[in-house]
């Protein structure tokens, strides 16, 4: 499996994340398909993510989008079939990658309740807000303080 990491709501890729979310968010959890795809998707600060099985088989997507000073997942979708294999793991890793990369110290994610012990076991903790609807489905918010190493360079030490 590889991930494909890109900006842009044109073209092939996006045509693969819209086949999934539509499986996954229209299909199996019963959203509306007008609200799984939003303002967010259109934003220049939005990169896009897709677990790709080869060259031509998506099986799950991503997003992360920038508020603020930080990045916020979104819309994590993993095809039924591929769940239970790391998939969802390896997608929300790679997202926190480039988010971190981008200069984000914390990301955000708001998770479907269902899903809250998958992103706890991935470092993510509940801020104290309220629970919240997204696409007609509650959600949890949650963050996670994405780690930076400090290089500290050695002091040379003489003994005399």
């Not at 990491?5 to 229209?26: A, D, Q, S």
């Not at 095809?79 to 997608?91: I, M, N, P």
Request: net charge neutral; with cysteine.
């Amino acid at each position: 499996m590889m991930i494909l990491i890109f900006e842009g709501y044109e073209g092939h890729e996006f045509t693969l994340v819209k086949e999934i979310r539509r499986t996954v968010f229209v299909e199996s959890q019963g959203a509306d398909e007008s609200a799984v795809f939003d303002d967010s998707d259109t934003n220049d600060d939005t990169r896009f993510a897709l677990v790709m099985k080869d060259e031509t088989h998506a099986v799950a997507t991503g997003r992360i989008t920038r508020c603020d000073k930080n990045y916020k997942l979104g819309r994590i979708a993993v095809l039924e079939s591929e769940r239970g294999y790391g998939t969802g793991k390896k997608l929300v890793n790679a997202l926190c990658r480039e988010a971190k990369e981008c200069g984000a110290r914390d990301i955000l994610v708001d998770a479907q309740l269902h899903a809250v012990p998958f992103y706890e076991k991935l470092g993510f903790t509940p801020t104290g807000e309220k629970e919240k609807y997204d696409i007609g489905i509650l959600h949890l918010p949650m963050r996670k303080e994405l780690q930076w190493q400090r290089r500290i360079k050695a002091k040379a030490s003489s003994s005399v």
